[in-house]
Structures are given as C-alpha cells and as structure tokens.
C-alpha cells in the first residue's frame, strides 16, 4: 500500500506521525511524508521517502509582542495554520497526482487537507490524527480553549453560553472566516461548522489518540472518531545521563518540561520550579530544557537539580514521581500511560484545555497559569506527591491506555479507510 504522510512543521506534530509511518514501512507500506525541509534528516533516518514543502517557518511564529488573550491567540494561529493552505493544497495534489497514495494521514493541524475534502474532485481516503485534545462542539456550550470542565449545574450551562459567545467573537468566528476566505480562493465550499468541529467530522476517519476517560462526554459521538491510546514511539537511541544511573533510587524523582514550543522564557515555568524544590533534599528535581542549550537556564541549578537539553522519557518516566508541565499533550498523554500524575501549568496553544482535563480526570492539579509562583508550585508539588488519591487516577488511566493495542488500532483504521475506498472504486468501475 503507498501512503502519503502529511505533518505540519512542529516537532510536537511531527513525531507522532513519524511513529505511525515508522510502523506503516515495518510492515512493507511504502510511506512518503510530506513536511518543511528542516525534518528531512530525521524522517530519512527513519527509513521513510520525504516530500518537503517551504512553510517559511510558519508553524512556529509567536506574536510576543502580544499579551496572552484572544488577539494574540488568533493571529498565531491564522499565521501558522491557516495563511499556509494553499500551499499545502497545491503540494498534496502534486504529490498525488505524483504518488498515486491508496491514502493520505494527516495531522489535525494541516489544514491543506480541507480543499480535498469539501471539494467535489477524486481523491484518496484521508485519515486525520489528532495530535491535541478532542475539540468537538461541546453539549454544554462551553467554548473550546478556555479549558473548563463539564458544566453540572443549569446555571453553569448558561455562564458558559455568555463565554461562549465572547469566544465566537474575538477567535472562533474570525479563525473561521479567514479559513473560508482561504477555501474560497481554491474555489472549494466554506466550512460546515467551527474549524476545529470540521476538523474532527469531515475525515473518513479521525483518530484521537488517547483513552475515553480523559476525555469529556461529547454525547453522541461522530461515526468516524477512534480512540487509539498512546501512540506507538520508538525507543529512544539516546542513553540516560551519567548523573541518572548515579541517582539514589530512594529518592522520588520530579520531572520537569517546558516542552519544545512555549520554551522561549524558562522563567515560566522551570526556574519558578526549581526554587520552589530547592531546599528539597528528600527529591531529585530532573530537568529537559526540550532541545535548547542547558545555558539558557538563567537561575543557579540547586544541589537537589539535574538538567539535561534533551532526556528519553520513554526510559525514564516509568520511574518517575510527578511530572511538572506546561501541558504539552505528547509528554503528558506518554506520563499517564505510565500511571505518574502531573501538576501543569500552561495557557498557550491547546494547554489550557490539556490541563483542564488532567484535573477533571483526577490525574493531578491544574494551576491555569503560564507563570505560576513558586509558592504556588510548591504547594502544589507537595499536595499531589502526599495524596495517593492523584497516583490512584493516574494508574487507573495507565491501565485504560494498556487495554488499547494503539498500533494495531492506527494501522487497523489506515486500512479500514483505504478498503473502504478501494471497494468504491471497484464498485463504480
């Protein structure tokens, strides 16, 4: 089977993809993946035909001249996701009049895929991967992004339509017309709902990449999502630092991440952290900088503190105590499937929504900040390392996602929506 792999330009949507093609080419499907030039080594490591396209760095633009709210939230989506789908576009149908895919898997946030889907010309079945939070129209009103939990009281149900409808104002409505004005353009229809709604329900099939208790009841659920666990990542070649076989193993360990996009300022997050934890001696406090050099962090590293650019968590989660994150939803999906708990705290991008679920689910605490205090770290570190309440939920959901045979699932689905495919054409044929 050939398959053509479409990722958008960021390492958080990039890898998972990768693992999915990694597992497509194991098994003899020739895999191409399409994505800016700057992954061409990493995707050619993996044994995959790369197809490059010039996002001029698009997908990682920050408005910091912006404050944190719906502005600047806007434009850093329009810029990265939207402004890019004619180019997209047009790189697809070359690739497929080229390739000649029995079908394309996309993530969610490569919004090229959309002109294939509500135009009315042949195409392949295409299968999306969510590489964030399930974003359907919520039952109750609530609006996508602000990261509230289930409304439970009628009273609830009505503040959330008034959010909403300030929401619908300042981002959904604009992020929608300016997605139709892009269709338009390419002559296609406009969108039949909110963008992030139609880029669940308009795939043949949506996977969503994690289990059905950490996410909220949606009610009556669209015919072509699929819930398919962690997705399957490949064992890290890198070895653990010299300072971790080191370690006294009787002492709990605290990781902490900024992840590999909102990292810019480490005074976010993982200073405030660290002096929160300094007078620690009873923890080892692990740090990741995600990528950047370890010099970027400005604060003197504490005796109880290593720190490290870049650490395989696939190795070293399973023994660790809490996580400490700004809600990247790879890192914190791969901790709960190993049953640790987490204290996150993050608003851009989607991590207000992914916090907001850790705390519903019970799986830990969300501080709904992009600066939290140190006070505020500590008390929250201390109250869910002494409550095996938030151990408990976390290893509950770790057994959910061990239920759910992911890789099969995913190759499962990409087979589902290429035969189904295949047995139309024979049918018209």
Known sequence: MKVLIAATALTGHINPLLAVGRRLAARGDDVVMMTA???RTKIEASGLRFAPYDDGDAAEYRATDLPAGPERYRIEF???????????TGVLRTLIAAEEPDVIVAGSMMLGVLPLLLGSGPRPPIVTLNVSF??????DLAPVGLGLPPARTEVERAHYALLKAGMDTAFVDPV???????LARLGVPALPASLP???????DLFLQPTVPAFEYDFGRLPRNLR??????AQKSDAALPAWWQARDPAKPVVLVTQ??????????LIEPTLAALADRDDLLVVVTTGGRPVEALTAPLPGNARVASFLPFDALLPQVSLLVTNGGYGSVSQALAVGVPIVAAGLTEDKAEVGARI???????????NAPTSDALRAAIDTVLGSPRFRSRAAALARDFQALDSGRAILGAIDQAAGAHAVVEEAVA
């Open 37 to 39: 030039e700057r992954f």
């Open 78 to 88: 329009a810029r990265r996701f939207i402004d890019p789908i004619p180019l997209q």
């Open 134 to 139: 399930l974003f359907l129209d919520r039952p």
């Open 176 to 182: 929608r017309a300016a997605t139709d004005t892009q």
């Open 197 to 203: 709604h139609a880029i669940a329900v308009l795939p």
């Open 227 to 232: 819930f398919v666990g962690l997705l399957p």
């Open 259 to 268: 992840g590999t996009l909102a990292n810019a300022d480490f005074g976010e």
């Open 359 to 369: 705390a519903w689910a019970g799986a830990g605490l969300n501080l709904a900040t």
